[in-house]
């Protein structure tokens, strides 16, 4: 099964709206890397933040490091603002076991304490391991475990779900 | 002991499990190291300056010859990744090689350290304690004799990236005391594996070993005349016990010779990067001026030390795993 970028279109502008509804007048933003990026970069316009948008690469805080090692391609977080007692919206493409987001909310707070975090996903997967749910989502997907949601992009931005053997 | 097995840093992937010395491994390999240095270099500036990375593992620093600098980076960079981290002095202790270092690291495995940082007077002693750890600890050479200091070479790397970009139309000159030092060697390596355009070294003829071009190095005498168009000087410290030795006439008379002032350096090019792994003899081979001007990039090193010894370290750890390639590569969200 494979989405269009019509569709993708579609969910990006019904999140910036919904987004709209829920956020302060000055959120800041922060992506997953590399999906969530290219997700946040679509919203981040959607929404006229100002703030440059924040990059995020949870890779050192992965709690399956030990069994997996190192990513080999980590490129650095990168956050030109200071998240202190701010409002964060948070980025990620696929919403699944949800230690992505734990990960991510960790290495947050090693930079300072927002005063809120607002989590939005472009897919809203089944499977979830942890305690974590996105306050917006574009698509909400009932899936297998063995099938796998994979953005591809950044431009054009598509989706293609494959089903491991 | 001295001669060098590669294979014995790498798992059956071809990852990097020890750490003891540049030759022999590959390009990507070192690149790797470059690129996981550069994320890791942000950490030190955050609020919290700790990722927990290697949280819950324990490292021990083992130091069988004095270091202040080494020790204390490999220290910081263990803590910066949450591992647990002691660093044991074994200077003064009358420890003889062979037995009675196997009975230490057997000490020490008893207390499930799962990595040793080694620093250590004879050359090929990391080798030696690679190949008597047990199968799940890695080791690190912070210096062995005259053989090897692949992480201060790695971060002179790190260094010369940074300010240059690219290694390929580099020209760099290595000047002092090549004879005794394991940062030359370990800095040769690594330039010719990252391919530098032009590798230079210069001292005094007591001091440069005789077999030295056989590793692609071309050799200068005359101080003034290997700084030609260099974009990058690498200076060594003086050992005081090499004036002791004969080998040298003195201080004054060396530093008249070979040491780097203003002047000098103006031969080489406009934007030359001078660096010094550390501690400075200021007046012996590095004048003031030069030292604390604007092309010295000393204190950056130390900086960039910080930020490399978490990329070793953290490779290191993580590919202990018996796992394949393929599933570190799937993508979990």
Same mark, same amino acid.
């Given at each position: 099964?494979?989405?269009?970028?019509?569709?993708?279109?579609?969910?990006?502008? %019904?999140?910036?709206?919904?987004?709209?509804?829920?956020?302060?007048?000055?959120?800041?933003?922060?992506?997953?890397?590399?999906?969530?990026?290219?997700?946040?970069?679509?919203?981040?316009?959607?929404?006229?933040?100002?703030?440059?948008?924040?990059?995020?690469?949870?890779?050192?805080?992965?709690? %399956? $490091?030990?069994?997996?090692?190192?990513?080999?391609?980590?490129?650095?977080?990168?956050?030109? $603002?200071?998240?202190?007692?701010?409002?964060?919206?948070?980025? %990620?493409?696929?919403?699944?076991?949800?230690?992505?987001?734990? &990960? /991510?909310?960790?290495?947050? $707070?090693?930079?300072?304490?927002?005063?809120?975090?607002?989590?939005?996903?472009?897919?809203?997967?089944?499977?979830?391991?942890?305690?974590?749910? /996105? %306050?917006?989502?574009?698509?909400?997907?009932?899936?297998?475990?063995?099938?796998?949601?994979?953005?591809?992009?950044?431009?054009?931005? &598509?989706?293609?779900?494959?089903?491991?053997? | 002991? @001295?001669?060098?097995?590669?294979?014995?840093?790498?798992?059956?992937?071809?990852?990097?499990?020890?750490?003891? @010395?540049?030759?022999?491994?590959?390009?990507?390999?070192?690149?790797?190291?470059?690129?996981?240095?550069?994320? #890791?270099?942000?950490?030190?500036?955050?609020?919290?300056?700790?990722?927990?990375?290697?949280?819950?593992?324990?490292?021990?620093?083992?130091?069988?010859?004095?270091?202040?600098?080494?020790?204390?980076? #490999?220290?910081?960079?263990?803590?910066?990744?949450?591992?647990?981290?002691?660093?044991?002095?074994?200077?003064?202790?009358?420890?003889?090689?062979?037995?009675?270092?196997?009975? @230490?690291?057997?000490?020490?495995?008893?207390?499930?350290?799962?990595? #040793?940082?080694?620093?250590?007077?004879?050359?090929?002693?990391?080798?030696?304690?690679?190949?008597?750890?047990?199968?799940?600890?890695?080791?690190?050479?912070?210096?062995?004799?005259?053989?090897?200091?692949?992480?201060?070479?790695?971060?002179?790397?790190?260094?010369?990236?940074?300010?240059?970009?690219?290694?390929?139309?580099?020209?760099?000159?290595?000047?002092?005391?090549?004879?005794?030092?394991?940062?030359?060697?370990?800095?040769?390596?690594?330039?010719?594996?990252?391919?530098?355009?032009?590798?230079? !070294?210069?001292?005094?003829?007591?001091?440069?070993?005789?077999?030295?071009?056989?590793?692609?190095?071309?050799?200068?005498?005359?101080?003034?005349?290997?700084?030609?168009?260099?974009? !990058?000087?690498?200076?060594?410290?003086?050992?005081?016990?090499?004036?002791?030795?004969?080998?040298?006439?003195?201080?004054?008379?060396? #530093?008249?010779?070979?040491?780097? @002032?203003?002047?000098?350096?103006?031969?080489?090019?406009?934007?030359?990067?001078?660096?010094?792994?550390?501690?400075?003899?200021?007046?012996?081979?590095?004048?003031?001026?030069?030292?604390?001007?604007?092309?010295?990039?000393?204190?950056?090193?130390?900086?960039?030390?910080?930020?490399?010894?978490?990329?070793?370290?953290?490779?290191?750890?993580?590919?202990?795993?018996?796992?394949?390639?393929?599933?570190?590569?799937?993508?979990?969200?």
């Amino acid at each position: 099964m494979n989405q269009s970028p019509h569709d993708i279109e579609l969910w990006l502008s %019904d999140m910036a709206d919904q987004l709209k509804k829920i956020v302060s007048d000055t959120p800041l933003m922060i992506g997953i890397q590399t999906g969530g990026i290219w997700i946040a970069e679509r919203l981040h316009k959607k929404l006229g933040i100002e703030e440059p948008l924040g990059r995020l690469n949870i890779a050192f805080y992965r709690d %399956d $490091f030990s069994h997996i090692g190192l990513h080999p391609r980590v490129m650095p977080s990168n956050l030109p $603002f200071s998240v202190e007692n701010r409002e964060i919206i948070l980025v %990620d493409d696929v919403l699944h076991t949800g230690r992505t987001i734990r &990960a /991510a909310l960790n290495e947050i $707070f090693d930079y300072g304490r927002p005063s809120r975090i607002i989590l939005t996903a472009l897919i809203e997967r089944s499977g979830r391991e942890l305690p974590i749910c /996105a %306050d917006v989502f574009g698509k909400r997907m009932s899936l297998k475990a063995n099938e796998h949601v994979k953005l591809s992009g950044p431009e054009p931005l &598509a989706l293609e779900i494959k089903t491991a053997e | 002991m @001295t001669n060098s097995n590669s294979n014995i840093q790498l798992d059956k992937h071809g990852r990097l499990k020890h750490f003891l @010395t540049i030759e022999g491994l590959d390009r990507n390999l070192l690149l790797d190291i470059l690129n996981y240095a550069e994320s #890791f270099s942000g950490v030190g500036e955050r609020a919290v300056k700790k990722v927990p990375l290697l949280r819950g593992k324990t490292i021990a620093n083992l130091f069988f010859e004095p270091s202040t600098r080494t020790r204390t980076t #490999f220290e910081l960079a263990a803590k910066r990744l949450s591992a647990d981290v002691l660093s044991l002095n074994i200077t003064h202790s009358a420890t003889k090689k062979g037995e009675s270092l196997l009975d @230490t690291l057997r000490t020490l495995e008893a207390m499930h350290c799962d990595m #040793f940082v080694v620093r250590h007077a004879d050359s090929g002693a990391a080798h030696f304690i690679a190949a008597n750890v047990a199968p799940g600890i890695s080791v690190i050479n912070g210096g062995d004799g005259r053989h090897a200091h692949p992480t201060q070479a790695m971060l002179d790397m790190f260094t010369i990236r940074k300010h240059k970009g690219d290694f390929a139309p580099l020209r760099v000159a290595i000047v002092g005391d090549i004879m005794h030092s394991r940062v030359a060697r370990s800095e040769i390596h690594a330039l010719s594996i990252l391919g530098a355009n032009e590798i230079r !070294v210069i001292g005094p003829r007591t001091l440069i070993p005789k077999d030295i071009q056989t590793l692609g190095v071309h050799v200068y005498h005359d101080l003034e005349k290997g700084l030609q168009d260099v974009d !990058v000087v690498v200076m060594l410290r003086l050992q005081h016990e090499r004036m002791c030795s004969a080998l040298l006439p003195g201080e004054s008379e060396y #530093f008249n010779l070979y040491g780097l @002032t203003e002047k000098r350096l103006s031969v080489a090019k406009p934007d030359v990067i001078v660096m010094h792994p550390g501690p400075i003899n200021r007046g012996v081979e590095i004048d003031s001026q030069v030292a604390d001007g604007k092309r010295s990039v000393i204190l950056q090193q130390v900086s960039h030390g910080i930020a490399v010894r978490m990329a070793v370290m953290a490779m290191a750890m993580g590919n202990l795993s018996n796992l394949d390639i393929e599933d570190a590569d799937a993508d979990s969200h």
